[in-house]
């Protein structure tokens, strides 16, 4: 079965410290995978996808198809990200169909 | 240019009434994809249209349904509505034909059954 596990609901941290949130994956397949965050009283919003292998806002994710895994990272936390983040997968000819994480609430403390 | 437009924003039903959601999505976007949100099951894929043709339908009873129309808005409809059809109801544009991931969210049309 298709499924992404997001095992933190809730990560807190201080302004200054490295972040990761965590991202495992069951697929049968080669999957596309995609954060996705929704900041305060905001829409969701694309934040990066391992195809692009791009840092958006200082954020990264390796793909690791061994672990099957596709953990999110940033060195140095900012206030401005504390929100909420979903992981997500599709396959190749999934016509736009995510499979989405419960989500990770990321709070990050002056 | 304008974001994915969702409408009614609120709304409050009664069990066994049927409700009807509509979503614009963003101006030459073609393909549009509802989700279900609920604090229990989190985001879950209901269906996605492309072209007024449905091209996946997710794991949910045939009381949901939706079409799209030729200017690509969309409509969902629930039918019979439960307790358990509470939910955040987001709808998403992606411009793409084939699959890539990136969805324009809407607001969503948050429904209340009681």
């Known amino acids: 079965a298709q499924r992404v596990t997001q095992p933190e609901k809730l990560l807190s941290v201080f302004k200054g410290a490295p972040v990761e949130l965590k991202c495992n994956y069951s697929?049968?397949?080669?999957?596309?995978l995609f954060w996705y965050v929704q900041y305060s009283r905001q829409r969701l919003q694309l934040l990066l996808r391992?195809?692009s292998r791009e840092s958006i806002k200082g954020f990264t994710a390796d793909l690791n198809k061994g672990e099957t895994s596709f953990h999110l990272k940033k060195p140095f936390a900012q206030e401005e990200d504390s929100a909420m983040y979903y992981c997500?997968?599709?396959?190749?000819?999934?016509?736009?169909?995510?499979?989405f994480g419960a989500g990770t609430r990321l709070a990050v403390h002056p | 240019k304008a974001g994915v437009t969702q409408t009614p924003r609120y709304l409050i039903k009664t069990r066994g009434q049927q409700v009807t959601l509509s979503c614009s999505p963003i101006?030459?976007?073609?393909?549009v994809s509802w989700y279900q949100q609920t604090p229990g099951q989190g985001l879950q894929f209901l269906f996605e249209?492309?072209?007024?043709?449905?091209?996946n339908k997710g794991n949910f009873p045939g009381r949901f349904s939706g079409r799209q129309f030729s200017n690509s808005r969309s409509e969902m409809n629930v039918s019979t509505l439960e307790l358990g059809d509470s939910a955040l109801y987001l709808c998403?544009?992606?411009?793409?034909?084939?699959?890539?991931?990136?969805?324009?969210f809407g607001e969503g049309s948050r429904l209340t059954v009681l």
């Open positions: 998403a544009s992606s411009s793409w034909i084939s699959n890539t991931g990136e969805l324009f």
């Open positions: 697929y049968s397949g080669s999957p596309e």
């Open positions: 391992h195809i």
């Open positions: 997500a997968l599709t396959n190749s000819g999934g016509y736009n169909k995510l499979i």
């Open positions: 101006s030459g976007h073609r393909s």
């Open positions: 249209y492309f072209s007024e043709t449905q091209r």
